[in-house]
T-cell receptor, first 113, second 111 residues
Framework: NAGVTQTPKFQVLKTGQSMTLQCAQDMNHNSMYWYRQDPGMGLRLIYYSASEGTTDKGEVPNGYNVSRLNKREFSLRLESAAPSQTSVYFC????????????FGNGTRLTVT | QKEVEQDPGPLSVPEGAIVSLNCTYSNSAFQYFMWYRQYSRKGPELLMYTYSSGNKEDGRFTAQVDKSSKYISLFIRDSQPSDSATYLCAMRRGGGNKLTFGTGTQLKVEL
């Protein structure tokens, strides 16, 4: 039982390049989330998916797109990476959208040069 | 002013000490309160999950919520070197879908 699995673990991009961060959960959770973590800023919500087939913007969605591929998988895409997107990205899932705790993956460390 | 304030530390204590970690918040609508532990280069893992005011105990960990003061605490008894990590508080409104995190307090428990 792996929980929440994120790939890749590390990535270096040049400005303007694109990439997709992958996330999969095996807990049969309905809701999934993408956060970024920056020093002094805490965890900030980028996008979330309350259930399969739905996605919504979070606090900092600009420059990102998401796809809820199925109940297990939720991907985050950077179409044209910028240095401001250098961060650690965490995927999380929860049983329901409201009032149930989040379970996190171990993150993708992204550097944009 | 941030909605949730947390002292970043670092906080250094000797093994066996009682540790007190705290967060203050400004939004009185918050009803669910969580503490996450994050080891270096790992994702946050849930430690405690509480609803409204009061205390909750789990082993060496006690979470305390004082809604009247908008203040939450995590106490760690008999602290161990393995408790060395960053501790994040998080909270959300009742029925809300947005979790607001503190920036985390770095704790180091020394032998």
């Amino acid at each position: 039982n792996a929980g929440v699995t994120q790939t890749p673990k590390f990535q270096v991009l040049k400005t303007g390049q694109s990439m997709t961060l992958q996330c999969a959960q095996d807990m049969n959770h309905n809701s999934m989330y993408w956060y970024r973590q920056d020093p002094g800023m805490g965890l900030r919500l980028i996008y979330y998916s309350a259930s399969e087939g739905t996605t919504d913007k979070g606090e900092v969605p600009n420059g990102y797109n998401v796809s809820r591929l199925n109940k297990r998988e939720f991907s985050l895409r950077l179409e044209s990476a910028a240095p401001s997107q250098t961060s650690v990205y965490f995927c999380a899932s929860s049983e329901t959208q409201t009032n149930s705790p989040l379970h996190f993956g171990n993150g993708t460390r992204l550097t944009v040069t | 002013q941030k909605e949730v304030e947390q002292d970043p530390g670092p906080l250094s204590v000797p093994e066996g000490a009682i540790v007190s970690l705290n967060c203050t918040y400004s939004n009185s609508a918050f009803q669910y309160f969580m503490w996450y532990r994050q080891y270096s280069r790992k994702g946050p893992e849930l430690l405690m999950y509480t609803y409204s005011s009061g205390n909750k105990e789990d082993g060496r960990f006690t979470a305390q919520v004082d809604k009247s003061s908008k203040y939450i605490s995590l106490f760690i008894r008999d602290s161990q070197p393995s408790d060395s990590a960053t501790y994040l508080c998080a909270m959300r409104r009742g029925g809300g879908n947005k979790l607001t995190f503190g920036t985390g307090t770095q704790l180091k428990v020394e032998l």
